[in-house]
């Protein structure tokens, strides 16, 4: 609970009462009592709203000195946000009254009112008053609901508290409120690129979505990781920070998110630390964020999700610049937003994250200069190697034009271990003999033996690219990998299928990305993982990009050290 003070003396008696008495009549508080002393007094609605107006509008002896709020996580200084399941209460926040000579008023302005209840009472042991609030939704409304309550002395306003509620249809699933409403409860204006619960989890930045996915402190302090929100199924969430070591990603943990106990506690808006902090101090380290779920860790560099948890989101987090009410971004505040599952939703779990700033994505290095082959060697069956007499590799416009009609590839001079390798691909026209009728085809082999000999089809892991069966592997060179508790058996030529097809339609640009590390091996084709295999008997070496009988073109050739 937060509390929020006014110096204030005691209260008389004869107000509270009053004050309370209208509560019952208005309906913010349910008593059967109050209903009936209501109906017995034949008061209407008209004459219930009246009652209430005047009594909370009552003066209350003596008055006010000033008003400060002490809240880390509103949107706003002096702004109570609450969330509930539609037709219960939520948690409650207060007002506490502190004593001093003057009178205020405490009135309802405008807004929702109905779906807000207050209760009054004096601090036993104190002279100071407390105003507990909370959000009471009806049980058919679903959404945001806001509220004003204003205080003034002597009919001139001191301060005025702005109340919201999220209401949701029920826990879990589609009950759960969408990320844009989270967001608009907060009143934030930032622009996630969708309205729905669910939208996909696919790489591609969607509305304001930074691209960084690690960052560095900003300024002096502590850098602020704070729970706003959860929409996910029950179990305890350890949640932290991370750095890139040599043996992977490092995780320093600040807490643990609560579950379920009187109150949802993993379907609510300022969901509950079970033990733990919500801030830390990495010093000049650049760092990423984690959240650790019940079945696998969630990593804001999509690397580690790809590698360690395939078969969940591997894009899962969503990084937004804080933007207030009036859409203007708020320095060094960002909204870190988890996906759990792989629907889409970013809700799981939210942290509204202080005193950072992104850090520019430098690990990948350029294999390709998009000026020519330095670095690379070229290899053509029949003609030898960096012969090139028909000008099968051209570069063009900063793009390698593979003609095709030459069986070979083009092959790193240095060898890599522990890497993730990118690459665009688009096919061309032409397709040459004994191919012309068969479908496109190129690869890209990996993990090559320094002292292999160049061949065709040299000792590798290949990541294929052929029409309809790219991120299929291939083990060549009596190469092996398991795939699903399946190893291949040695042999010049082995296929182990993929298990899902992302490629675009001929004509587009598809990227392909291969992850070698330490024996796992992961291939991912425009975002969604579609292969993976452990235990390879090669873990290192160089990378080619072949050239078999049909055009291709290829950019954006790309590697960066795990």
């Known amino acids: 609970m937060q509390n929020y003070y006014l110096n204030l003396p005691s209260i ?18 349910t008593s059967g009592i109050s209903k009936r002393i209501c109906f017995r007094l034949f008061i209407n609605p008209i004459m219930c709203n009246l009652f209430r107006f005047f009594a909370i509008t009552a003066i209350l002896f003596w008055g006010i000195n ?3 709020a002490q809240s880390s996580t509103s949107a706003e200084k002096n702004n109570f946000v609450f969330s509930a399941i539609k037709g219960t209460i939520s948690k409650t926040d207060s007002l506490i009254l502190h004593s001093t000579t003057g009178s205020i008023q405490i009135k309802w302005i405008d807004g929702d009112t109905a779906y807000f209840r207050t209760r009054v009472g004096k601090i036993p042991g104190t002279n100071q008053v407390k105003i507990v609030l909370s959000f009471t939704p009806k049980a058919d409304f679903i959404g945001v609901a806001r509220a004003t309550i204003q205080i003034t002395k002597s009919l001139k306003t001191v301060g005025e508290f702005k109340l919201t509620g999220l209401s949701s249809a029920g826990l879990e699933g589609e009950n759960e409120p969408p990320l844009s409403h989270i967001l608009d409860a907060f009143g934030y204006r930032t622009d996630i690129g969708w309205k729905s619960l669910a939208n996909h989890c696919r790489p591609e930045l969607t509305g304001d979505e930074l691209s960084a996915s690690l960052f560095q402190k900003a300024g002096v302090g502590e850098v602020e990781m704070i729970p706003i929100a959860r929409y996910s199924p029950d179990f305890t969430l350890p949640f932290g920070y991370y750095t890139d070591e040599k043996e992977g990603p490092s995780k320093h943990k600040l807490g643990v998110l609560s579950t379920a106990s009187k109150y949802p506690e993993h379907q609510t808006l300022f969901p509950s630390l079970a033990s733990g902090k919500s801030s830390f101090d990495p010093g000049k380290k650049i760092f990423g964020f984690y959240a650790s779920g019940s079945s696998h860790d969630a990593y804001s560099e999509d690397v580690w999700n790809m590698l360690l948890y395939p078969g969940n989101a591997v894009h899962a987090t969503r990084i937004f610049p804080l933007k207030d009410a009036n859409g203007n971004s708020i320095k060094n505040s960002f909204l870190l937003c988890f996906e759990e599952a792989k629907n889409g939703d970013y809700n799981d779990y939210v942290f509204l994250v202080k005193n950072i700033s992104p850090v520019a994505d430098n690990s990948f290095t350029d294999l390709f200069n998009r000026k020519d082959l330095k670095g690379w060697n070229l290899f053509l069956q029949h003609i030898g190697i960096n012969k ?11 793009i390698l034009h593979v003609i095709g009609k030459d069986l070979g590839y083009i092959i790193t001079q240095k060898e890599y271990r522990n890497f993730h390798f990118k690459v665009d691909f688009k096919w061309g026209v032409s397709k040459w003999p004994t191919r012309e009728n068969a479908k496109r085809d190129a690869g890209i082999c990996y993990n090559i033996p320094m002292n292999e000999p160049d061949s065709i089809w040299p000792q590798s892991i290949e990541c294929q690219i052929q029409e309809g069966d790219v991120g299929d592997f291939w083990l060549l060179g009596f190469s092996t990998i398991s795939v699903r508790d399946s190893t291949n058996k040695p042999t010049n030529h082995a ?17 392909v990305e291969v992850i070698s590390y330490n024996g796992k091996c992961v291939h991912i084709v425009n975002g969604v993982v579609v292969n993976v295999g452990e235990n390879a008997s090669v873990k290192s070496g160089r990378i080619l990009l072949q050239s078999e009988f049909a055009e291709i073109f290829y950019r954006n050739v790309k590697i960066r050290s795990l």
């Open 12 to 29: 008389a008696a004869g107000s509270l009462f009053c004050h309370n008495m209208a509560n019952h009549f208005y309906g913010q508080q």
């Open 66 to 68: 000033g008003v400060h």
């Open 388 to 398: 090139d007499p028909h000008n099968n590799f051209r570069v063009e416009g900063g």
């Open 495 to 511: 296929r182990m299928v993929k298990f899902a097809d992302a490629e675009k339609p001929y004509s587009e640009w598809n990227t």
